[in-house]
């Protein structure tokens, strides 16, 4: 009682004054009042509302603590290993031998044991016994269609689904004709103190021997998981896996059932600094794909005698026509682009007021209505705006075959990368209208996406290498999850002043064709050098690799087994 009492006023005596008031005292007294007023419903209602938004903003992009697996002493002095001067040699030794194997795929090989150019395979195959020992004595190893290959480290605990890590074999090929621009041969490994030069260091022999390293190192100390580990490599990544991960996906979907494994992990994004804040970005999401085949007859003839308009003219028409109407930035609320906004308006100390205030009424679902939010985002560039766009490009055209002949035939091909939210057939419908309509002003006839072959003036839609966005990975941390592990683990790697977010591939990864085999598929390159600028020179001249980026990839992958071994979902 005597402590409260401190805290409020003393009674006061009242004294009788008989002077009036000056009429500005009352006028005091009241704007006193109203600004005591104004104060209480600022405390009592705004405030809390000030601090609820600012919670609720953060739930949206709760963060992992990081997530280190118990061990032992064995484990330990692993774990320093990899972190030693002696591993970052052998690991420079290792990943210069696989670049040097030329695994390269091309578009126009022919089924495997016809075309001899699938023969590289096989030395990368016998490389990678030589260099890891302990895999193939330990590991089941299994070659699917002869140059899939398929380890299974058997976990002791049958109850627990398998986590299964993929890589790709093959790399892009080099033309000959840029050989001379790289500052080191590009299969030659070359190492100058800092990158590994070469193609397929980045995309993706890194993460492929990552894995194997970790694994290797793993066996070296002991370690059994409880958890069986499958690794999967495809080996004809870049020509749209079919022969490869379409032939391992299936011997694993029948191997385990649909849903059967509990995660997966394959190339993908990687770690990106933006609005201030650097957040890794496992892509839980992909664009889907399309390609439109247009083709356009029309009578040949003479040129010397030419229409007002020939096939080439009349395909241009077309073509201007499908550029003149792209599809505009939309972002449907299980776009993981929505979820890395809300990231940034958390997280990130120069995030755009202008996005922040948007982001709270934002409404995927009201389509006919211009989504504000992802026009305001898409003003960042077209690297931004195309991950929650539908994207249009013709890419290949052809048409005629003599100089003084009318064209009779001329065909073009527009690739379409499908926004998640959209599909196929939204773009194969507006295909049809814009098709349509450039047929009635020339009296042609459209064949709509159907079997019914070409005829004379007419225009053709056919669809080539079809497929839905990827279903969206679940992302809740709620309890034990493979995205909170996956979380956990990138931050007990990096520290926890780096973030972890969902991300979106607007390209295609072998994951397309694991759909039944998880809802848990991340596309992450797990090794990050914040010194680098990345993945430099994919698909291009002098690509290269951080090697402290590899390393520290090879330490996510030994964490992160153990991590998943250890966890208590299924």
């Not at 126009?108 to 193939?136: C, Q, S």
């Not at 109407?325 to 609320?333: I, M």
Request: proline share 7%.
């Amino acid at each position: 009682m005597h402590e409260k009492g401190q805290l409020l006023p003393h009674p006061q005596t009242t004294v009788s004054n008989s002077r009036p008031r000056p009429p500005w005292t009352s006028l005091l007294q009241i704007a006193a009042v109203c600004f005591l007023l104004k104060i209480a419903v600022f405390d009592t209602f705004i405030v809390p509302r000030l601090k609820d938004d600012g919670l609720e903003i953060l739930a949206k992009c709760p963060q992992v603590e990081p997530l280190f697996p118990k061990g032992n002493q064995a484990l330990s002095e692993m774990d320093d290993f990899i972190a030693s001067p002696k591993f970052l040699n052998e690991t420079v030794s290792r990943m210069a031998g696989a670049i040097q194997i030329p695994s390269e795929s091309y578009d126009d090989l022919g089924p495997v044991g016809e075309d001899r150019r699938w023969d590289t395979m096989f030395d990368f195959a016998a490389y990678l016994e030589k260099t890891f020992p302990l895999i193939h004595t330990t590991l089941t190893l299994e070659k699917v269609n002869t140059h899939g290959l398929l380890y299974t480290w058997q976990g002791s605990n049958k109850n627990l689904k398998p986590t299964v890590l993929m890589a790709h074999q093959d790399v892009v090929p080099v033309a000959e004709s840029t050989i001379g621009q790289w500052t080191h041969p590009p299969y030659s490994g070359f190492f100058d103190g800092r990158f590994i030069w070469g193609r397929g260091s980045s995309d993706c022999k890194n993460n492929l021997i990552g894995i194997m390293e970790a694994v290797e190192l793993l066996i070296d100390a002991g370690y059994q998981p409880a958890r069986t580990l499958v690794l999967s490599f495809g080996f004809d990544e870049e020509t749209s896996g079919t022969q490869g991960a379409g032939t391992l996906s299936k011997a694993l979907i029948s191997r385990y059932g649909k849903d059967g494994a509990a995660l997966i992990v394959d190339e993908g994004a990687g770690t990106s600094t933006v609005w201030g804040t650097t957040f890794a970005l496992p892509a839980v999401g992909e664009k889907g794909y399309m390609d439109a085949e247009i083709i356009i007859r029309m009578p040949g003839g003479h040129s010397s005698i030419p229409p007002a308009h020939n096939g080439i003219g009349v395909m241009s028409e077309l073509i201007s026509a499908i550029e003149a109407n792209p599809y505009e930035p939309r972002l449907y609320s299980d776009n993981p682009f929505l979820h890395l906004l809300e990231c940034g308006a958390a997280h990130g100390p120069e995030f755009p007021r202008k996005l922040k205030k948007l982001l709270p009424s934002h409404n995927s679902h009201t389509c006919s209505k211009k989504d504000k939010l992802a026009l305001e985002a898409a003003k960042a560039g077209d690297a931004i705006k195309y991950l929650f766009t539908t994207s249009v490009a013709p890419d290949v055209i052809s048409g005629g075959v003599k100089a003084n002949a009318l064209p009779e035939r001329v065909r073009v091909i527009v690739d379409h990368r499908v926004n998640v939210g959209e599909s196929p057939l939204d773009v194969q419908a507006k295909l049809i209208k814009l098709a349509q309509q450039v047929a009635s002003k020339y009296n042609l006839t459209v064949h709509p996406f159907n079997d019914e072959p070409e005829t004379p003036s007419s225009i053709t839609l056919r669809t080539h290498s079809i497929l839905e966005p990827a279903p969206v990975t679940p992302t809740s941390v709620e309890n034990v999850t493979p995205y909170g592990v996956l979380s956990g683990t990138t931050r007990a790697v990096y520290g926890e002043k780096l973030l972890v977010s969902p991300g979106i591939m607007t390209g295609n990864t072998d994951t397309r064709y694991y759909w039944d085999l998880t809802k848990h598929i991340f596309r992450y390159g797990p090794g990050w050098d914040p010194e680098s600028e990345g993945l430099e020179g994919i698909h291009t001249v002098n690509e290269k690799l951080s090697v402290s980026a590899h390393i520290k990839g090879v330490q996510w992958y030994s964490l992160f087994i153990r991590n998943t071994d250890q966890a208590d979902f299924v």
